[in-house]
């Protein structure tokens, strides 16, 4: 059973930094592309970032080019899924998520938080 875990959310002052990982069980080799987005309330979720496994192409969202980097690593049996934020502006509070497609599904993580605040 495919499992998505988040960690690294937090509180940051504008122009700081944070790094958000996700660890993602059973997608070793069925996933198609892994991705982060994000929400926040009374707004739908948005694409961040994408990683594409044909290439580990990327794709980001224009809000975030040049700050943001979307990474992956295997590790044994897990995939790990990373997003590098930098120059983190007050726009980028939200609730992030970690989305993996596979060859038969689409699966969520519960999401961390990112509050961006002087």
């Known amino acids: 059973q495919v499992q998505l875990v988040e960690s690294g959310g937090g509180l940051v002052q504008p122009g700081g930094s944070l790094r958000l990982s996700c660890v993602a069980s059973?997608?070793?080799?069925?996933?198609?592309?892994m991705s982060w987005y994000r929400q926040v309330p009374g707004k739908e979720r948005e694409l961040v970032a994408q990683?594409?496994?044909?290439?580990?192409?990327?794709?980001?969202a224009d809000s975030v080019k040049g700050r943001f980097t979307i990474s992956r690593i295997r590790n044994n049996v897990k995939e790990m899924l990373y997003l590098q934020m930098n120059n983190l502006k007050l726009e980028d509070t939200a609730m992030y998520y970690c989305y993996v497609r596979t060859l038969s599904d689409t699966n969520w993580g519960q999401g961390t938080q990112v509050t961006v605040s002087s």
């Open positions: 059973e997608v070793t080799f069925t996933w198609r592309d």
């Open positions: 990683i594409r496994r044909v290439g580990d192409t990327t794709t980001y």
